[in-house]
């Protein structure tokens, strides 16, 4: 299958899931963004959010994506129908062989199936309209949750291992790559 080609200024799409709208991160959402990543629980289950985290990092993690390459990145913004903005996922890194996918939750959602339903979505998205046979994943082996939501979704164990940086903490720790195959 070959990638499909994108108009740059054209891209913005949205899924719906059963209990969620996946959409484009907004400039408005900086607030909700900074009051869900300033919660150092949340912050200290990903490897990039910084703690503390202020409206300041929200507004600077917005604009980063006006230069997003719609080819290799993309951003979403998991909107509840009743809650609103409760986490993002986003797409990065190479076309081939290396996108891989990185999320975040606010910790009033956590254990309800969430983000398991979003990730499915965003790959059936990643595979139909952006032409990927493969996504890469590496979780922080103490997060069992994201474990979870990879599993569920259908990622593989690799076997390879690293050490991550986490920001949030200021230090490296274990981590294990997955992998999802279309």
């Not at 790959?123 to 994943?137: C, F």
Request: hydrophobic fraction near 45%; proline fraction near 7%.
């Amino acid at each position: 299958m070959r990638p499909v080609q994108f108009d740059p200024v054209r891209i913005d799409p949205v899924i719906d899931t059963p209990r969620l709208r996946l959409r484009a991160p907004r400039r408005s959402d900086a607030a909700r963004i900074a009051a869900l990543c300033s919660d150092f629980e949340v912050a200290r289950t990903t490897a990039r959010l910084p703690h503390p985290y202020g409206l300041e990092d929200a507004e600077a993690f917005l604009a980063s994506g006006d230069t997003l390459d719609p080819r290799r990145q993309a951003r979403f913004v998991l909107d509840h129908p009743a809650e609103g903005l409760v986490g993002m996922l986003s797409f990065f890194g190479e076309p081939a062989p290396a996108t891989e996918i990185g999320y975040w939750l606010g910790r009033p959602y956590w254990g309800a199936g969430l983000m398991t339903e979003a990730v499915k979505a965003a790959l059936a998205w990643a595979v139909r309209d952006w032409g990927r046979t493969h996504v890469r994943a590496w979780r922080l082996d103490e997060n069992q949750a994201s474990d979870a939501v990879l599993v569920k979704a259908g990622f593989l164990y690799t076997g390879e291992r690293r050490q991550t940086f986490v920001l949030s903490r200021g230090e490296a720790l274990p981590s294990t790559g997955m992998i999802w195959l279309a």
